[in-house]
């Protein structure tokens, strides 16, 4: 799981996770500099997961965006909580999410964003 930030072993399971991905055509690293890790996981042309974590502050987020825009996501900034498909802007309480899980929601929900 790599909801608990840890940035050194963050790439690898990332990796991993985006490798078995049927979505996933590439994965481009922002930045790397502990405590924060920056990666963006290609799924076309303008749409992405962007993925940050902050071994720091604990802050964890993944986003998926489309043209510019966040259509799905998940983070744990004053609490984990979802921002759905159907409200990308509203807060949903739930519990911690991995990249795993976020990214099988992402491929589950495909006919949201393909």
């Known amino acids: 799981m790599l909801a608990s930030v840890d940035v050194a072993g963050g ?3 990332i990796i991993d996770t985006s490798a078995q991905s049927p979505v996933v055509i590439g ?3 922002f930045l790397l500099e502990e405590p924060v890790l920056k990666l963006r996981v290609h799924l ?3 749409l992405f997961v962007d993925v940050f974590l902050n071994a720091e502050t604990g802050k964890t987020s993944f986003a998926l965006i489309k043209d510019g825009q966040r259509i799905f996501g998940v983070d744990n900034t004053r609490g984990w909580h979802l ?3 159907a409200n990308p802007e509203r807060h949903c309480p739930r ?3 991995s990249f795993a899980s976020f990214l099988w929601q992402v491929e589950e929900n495909r006919a ?3």
Do not use: C, K, L
């Open 11 to 13: 790439v690898p399971t």
């Open 27 to 29: 994965i481009e690293q």
């Open 44 to 46: 076309g042309a303008s």
């Open 83 to 85: 921002h759905p498909f």
């Open 95 to 97: 519990d911690e999410m």
């Open 112 to 114: 949201r964003w393909a």
